[in-house]
């Protein structure tokens, strides 16, 4: 199992930063002040447990500072996880400004764990965005138009107070994300009041659900609209107030979290080897196929109650020949902050695997196996960029998946990148990334394990980079596959 590298790892990654970056408390106390009648209210500190399972993986530090004309915000964190029996860090800094209403004006994100960092700045002027990223110091800029001034959500108790929320109050304010850099929609309900169990004490507190990305979250307020504790239910996360000397309190290397055995999906009955299989049909239970991308060409859904879906393996031979560049599906040619696919280091780089090989058929099984040959397989957390990837030579399914759809675009072969499960065994699912290019079909190939095609193992929840993966978490904790059939 040493082989195989989940993107578990990156959905804790963006529960968890989204959870830091978005979810900033307010400062506690002078609330009833209003803003215009102080230049400076003081400065307000929170420390907070970070659990998954009640197990402790590490801390968030906020720090914010209010003037008359808004809120200066600094985060940081650090978490230590398991990952394929490595431990790994993960820390994040995050620096945010806002306007005297709490909506965003600019920040600056980086994100780092052993050899790789991220580093993403944005400012925002009449509803647009400026956003850069940096790659190894390399920037690669993009605008965004927001519909509205984004707020950062997690405010949320300064929304509710001004709003003069009352339970069973329902409202949505805009929001962005700087880890996805997607824009989108937290739908705010306030309950009654209730008793909450933390740490082994019980405290009342005002419930307040959350729901943004799919994801649902709880937090419990005090009188003082001050957080008490918040959770997320489906993946056993909680964040919890706790003193400077309790949240930094060293995490041993018996007692990290191990994300593989916490996202693995049991299967009812063990099928035999994936690669071994040229069909495979699943019963999906206990989710909504409500922003998932479940059907493609070459996996199909047949019923939806329950979810019956079929997966083929695809056959290269039976596909036409295409010489490259391909014009069709342009979109998927394009570069991004990510996949720096115009970047002349990943075009060299996309040469000296092809060649001047031409066809795409064989353009797409050499790039899959020079990936795989290229990178160390070493579980990394991060959000990888392809040119990092290309510069550090190593990382999980995330890295190969980034790295070969930069060098496909560049090329000219249209590709995408494919999140969900993989089997690897016949007896589990895991969450996993990998591709899709364009050969007349959408043909699955997955660089982590050197399979062109992709074998019926792969089982695709969603399609896209970051904003569009993060809605594989609303499955998190909650998803069930049976075997129904599978034919060699």
Known sequence: MRKFLSIAIALVILVITVYLIIRIPKPVGKAEIPVEQTIQSGVSEEWLGIFIQGQRIGYSFTKIARAATGLTIENRSLMTLVMMTEQRTLQTHTYAHTDNEYTLKDFSLEITTAGHATKIEGTIHDQKMTLTSYSHGVPHTQIITLKEKPYIPDALEEVIKQRNLKPGDEISIPYFD?????????????????????????????????????????????????????????????????????????????QAFDLLSFFAVKLNTTIPHPTTLSYVKLSLENISIEDLDLDDDFQHIRAHDPIIVESYRAQIDDLPDHSLPIDEHAAFLEPSVYIQCRNEEIIKAARDLIGNEKNAKRVAEKLVHGVYRFIKKNPTASLPSALDVLRTKEGDCNEHSILFTALARSVGLPTKIYVGLVNLDGSSYFYHAWCAVWLGKWVPVDPTFDQFPADVGHLKLKEGELAEQAKVLQVVGKLRINVLEHVP
């Open 178 to 254: 700087p880890t996805t850099q997607s824009s989108s929609v937290a739908r705010i309900r306030v309950g009654d009041q209730e008793v909450v169990n933390v740490m082994g004490l019980e405290k009342t507190g005002m419930r307040v659900d959350l729901d943004y990305m799919g994801i649902q979250s709880r937090l419990w307020l005090d009188d003082d609209y001050t957080l008490i504790k918040e959770s997320v239910p489906a993946m056993g996360m909680e964040m919890i107030p706790m003193s400077r000397e309790e949240a930094l309190a060293e995490i041993e290397p018996a």
